[in-house]
């Protein structure tokens, strides 16, 4: 069925076993001085032994004393022959498992580097610039630049090919060069950086002088039949400051000319950084027509990316010539087993990724180890690679609640070796938040989560499902079970604000997005939360006049960071009226008095629908009865602290190691 991506094929010289490579995804796991470790190892051999053909590592430094600032905390490094053992102990764990694997390797991250010295503990002490093909500042990092003499520039192409000499000494399989987002090859080949006046540049030509020596370097030391392939943006989307598609594709070229094996294109930089990672609101398949407009112009293989987790579009994309090879990055993250499992005819049970970026935008932004919302193994291989342990004593126990936290819980105590009976007041698994959650634009991905434990579930013998089926005391009564898990999830809040009560048209964003309550005419949202704004959005897609409340001074300030730098301008070009600063002070005949916090004034708003996003709190009716007659009672998700996804699904998980 997925002929296209599971048959062998090539890059160069390197015999792939099938056309689905993992791309770069950063773990923080490195070393503080730039060292594989062991956790780091074992990520990665889990995803080869997933079935990827080639693993491509996260960024690795390549200069680290003329590009002296790390792009982020905790960059491998490659720059010293010190650094071939572990690399190597990395490189022959992976072949173990018949993957292929490449360093992604750069010079630097340049103007765009948001990390801290190389120098560990300098960060603050020494007055130390970035470095760049220009002084231009990049708009994010906003740090002083030094501009690199001819000189570096010719000392840095020398470095960077020793650096594949140590690669193909430790035993990698091809040489990934880093000409992406936005760090220092990239740099030189964008014009909004570089505004040099000699050979290196101005003219395309000469912006691509710099990769093209690197090219030639990296050939010098490791010979013509090692695979060189360049990663880049074919379009940085920034308009005509920058790179855009046409001078990528001459690019693209000029690198098969140079005799690099294949190019792997990519979008965006850090100005544009949601579409490094794109999110759950870009179409998938977001970048294929960037990679097909480079495979129109060469004769290499082309690699394309851009939310390709359902493996039905990857395979299409192959099909129809689009590309050469798919890179996954998220969607090995989410499912490392996402190959086998296509290979295995069982592609309904992938733990499909939702694009909700908690992996980069929450975790690796913020200087923390990898994690995903779906996987709570994710980051944890060293420990849970191989599987959860089974129970040395195996129990009866009752699950109330098949929400993400209720779910997760189900299915590891199943795979522990448990009895476990699953309740459900709703008709279907994920009847409740998630539901309601799937129906604002982009968000239907989130079904993913309910098609992922049907699909498990329906493989498992000791699970009884019971839905339709309300907990009540009377009910916990005669329930047998030798432990019991609540899992019922979170409830609306509804504040006390003098003349504020659910009604004909006052109702909850969850009724609103299920359908149960329909709004009619002008609507007001009451919370500029993550909820607010997305039923908003929905609400607006429909036509209607919609306005949001909030009493911050922004919307969605506990959003995902990529996700929010998306979301916002969609807010914000919708048409949709936002009222930020304004406190709801009371509700009376259709109308809002709000204070406006930033001069005190008090206005009125009017409306004829008033739907409420102020949050949730816990559903724990049912505790007092369970405490009373089971001793071994756990709270999960939402039911014991109202957060997101990711924090019901761990959750969950962590719960059922427990019992």
Not at 14 to 35: A, K
Not at 295 to 315: M, S
Not at 634 to 656: H, M, P, R, W
Request: aromatic share 6%; net charge negative; glycine share 8%.
């Amino acid at each position: 069925m997925f002929e296209h991506l599971l048959k062998p094929s090539k890059i160069g010289n390197m015999t792939l076993r099938n056309h689905v490579i993992m791309g770069p995804t950063e773990t923080h796991f490195t070393s503080s001085d730039g060292q594989v470790t062991q956790p780091e190892i074992d990520y990665y051999v889990r995803r080869a032994k997933g079935g990827a053909s080639l693993i491509v590592t996260h960024q690795i430094a390549g200069n680290t004393k003329l590009d002296p600032i790390d792009p982020y905390p905790r960059s491998l490094r490659l720059d010293d022959d010190a650094y071939i053992p572990m690399l190597c102990e990395l490189t022959e764990a992976v072949h173990l498992e018949g993957a292929k694997i490449a360093p992604l390797v750069s010079p630097g991250g340049g103007a765009q580097a948001l990390g801290t010295p190389y120098d560990n503990g300098s960060d603050g002490v020494y007055d130390i610039p970035n470095v760049g093909p220009s002084e231009i500042q990049c708009p994010v990092a906003k740090r002083k630049v030094r501009k690199l003499t001819v000189d570096e520039i010719k000392r840095s192409v020398e470095v960077y090919g020793l650096c594949a000499k140590r690669a193909k000494i430790a035993g990698f399989d091809a040489f990934y060069i880093h000409a992406h987002y936005g760090y220092l090859i990239a740099q030189f080949l964008s014009p909004y950086f570089n505004n040099r006046d000699d050979e290196y540049g101005g003219s395309l030509e000469n912006r691509a002088r710099f990769l093209l020596e690197l090219v030639a370097s990296c050939k010098k030391n490791v010979g013509h039949d090692f695979p060189i392939v360049v990663r880049m943006a074919i379009d940085e989307y920034i308009g005509d400051a920058g790179r855009g598609v046409d001078e990528s594709v001459e690019l693209a070229k000029m690198l098969e000319k140079a005799g690099v094996s294949a190019i792997d294109c990519a979008a965006g930089l850090y100005m544009t950084m949601e579409l490094v990672c794109p999110t759950i609101y870009h179409e998938k398949g977001c970048f294929v027509h960037l990679a097909e407009a480079i495979k129109n112009a060469v004769n290499i293989p082309v690699i394309t990316q851009g939310r390709l987790q359902d493996p039905e579009l990857a395979e299409q994309v192959l099909a129809d010539g689009k590309a050469d090879f798919i890179t996954l990055s998220r969607a090995l993250i989410a499912d490392p087993d996402w190959v086998n499992k296509i290979k295995a005819d069982d592609q309904e049970s992938i733990r499909r990724c939702i694009s909700c970026n908690h992996c980069i935008g929450e975790r690796i932004i913020n200087n923390l180890t990898i994690r995903c919302t779906l996987n709570p193994t994710v980051g944890r291989e060293s420990k849970y690679g191989d599987g959860i342990p089974m129970t040395a004593n195996k129990k009866h126990v009752a699950v109330i609640g098949a929400g993400p936290a209720g779910l997760e819980t189900a299915y590891r105590l199943v795979m522990r070796g448990h009895y476990v009976d699953l309740y459900e007041k709703s008709g279907e698994l994920c009847g409740g938040q998630i539901k309601a959650a799937m129906n604002p634009p982009g968000k239907s991905v989130l079904g993913n989560i309910k098609r992922f434990y049907n699909a498990q579930f329906s493989k498992m013998n000791n699970l009884t499902i019971h839905l339709n089926y309300t907990m009540t005391e009377d009910k916990i009564a005669s329930l047998q079970a030798d432990a019991v898990v609540l899992a019922t999830g979170g409830e609306p809040v509804v504040p006390r604000i003098p003349g504020l009560s659910l009604g004909e048209n006052i109702m909850t964003a969850d009724d609103v997005l299920i359908g149960k309550s329909k709004a009619k005419g002008k609507v007001l949202i009451a919370g500029g939360g993550q909820v607010g704004i997305e039923t908003a959005h929905h609400l607006r897609n429909k036509g209607m006049e919609v306005g949001i409340i909030e009493m911050l001074t922004e919307l969605a300030v506990n959003e995902e960071f990529l996700t929010r730098l998306t979301i916002l301008p969609i807010i914000a070009e919708s048409g949709i009226e936002v009222y930020t600063s304004h406190k709801i002070q009371k509700v009376e005949n259709n109308k809002l008095t709000v204070l406006d916090l930033n001069n005190n004034e008090t206005n009125e708003l009017s409306f004829t629908t008033l739907v409420l996003a102020f949050g949730t709190k816990p559903v724990r009716y049912l505790e007092d009865s369970l405490k009373a007659k089971f001793q071994e009672y756990y709270l999960v998700g939402d039911a014991n602290s109202t957060g997101n996804i990711q924090k019901a699904i761990e959750s969950g998980f962590f719960t059922a190691l427990k019992i």
